[in-house]
C-alpha cells in the first residue's frame, strides 16, 4: 500500500521560512517524478514543484521560483520542499505527489499517489 505522509506546516510570519517533508513508502521511490501541490482557500489546486526521479530537473511555479527549493533523498524515501520568505499569499494545504510516467507535469491529474496535506499559514 502506497503511503504519503507530509509533516512540517505550521503558522509563520510573513518572510519567515519553513521546511515541509514527505515520507514515502509502499513504492519503489527512485523511479517515481515527486511534487508539492497546494490548495488555498476556496482555490483549486496549484502545482508548486515537480522534481525528477534522480532529483536533477527540477520545474517551479513562476510564483515561487527563488524562495522555494524541492529535494529529495531516495536513499530514505524523502521529499522535501524548502520554503523561504513565505508570503501570505502561500497560505494552503500542501501536499506531497508520486507520479511514475516519462517526465514531470504540473498537472494533478497525472500523478498517482497523493498525500493528506499539511497547512501552512503565513501570517502578515
Known amino acids: 500500500q502506497v503511503r504519503l505522509a507530509e509533516s512540517g506546516g505550521g503558522l509563520v510570519q510573513d518572510g519567515a521560512s519553513l521546511r515541509l517533508s514527505c515520507a514515502a513508502s509502499?513504492?519503489?521511490?527512485?523511479?517515481?517524478?515527486m511534487a508539492w501541490f497546494r490548495q488555498g482557500p476556496g482555490k483549486d489546486y496549484d502545482f508548486v514543484a515537480t522534481?525528477?526521479?534522480?532529483?536533477?530537473?527540477?520545474n517551479y511555479r513562476n510564483s515561487v521560483k527563488g524562495r522555494f527549493t524541492i529535494s529529495r533523498d531516495n536513499a530514505k524515501n524523502m521529499v522535501y520542499l524548502q520554503m523561504n520568505r513565505l508570503k501570505p499569499e502561500d497560505t494552503a494545504t500542501y501536499y506531497c505527489?508520486?507520479?511514475?510516467?516519462?517526465?514531470?507535469?504540473?498537472?494533478?491529474?497525472?500523478?498517482?499517489?497523493w498525500g493528506q496535506g499539511t497547512q501552512v499559514t503565513v501570517s502578515s
Open positions: 505527489a508520486a507520479r511514475r510516467g516519462l517526465a514531470p507535469t504540473g498537472a494533478r491529474a497525472d500523478y498517482d499517489y
Open positions: 522534481l525528477s526521479p534522480s532529483g536533477g530537473l527540477t
Open positions: 509502499g513504492l519503489t521511490f527512485r523511479e517515481y517524478h
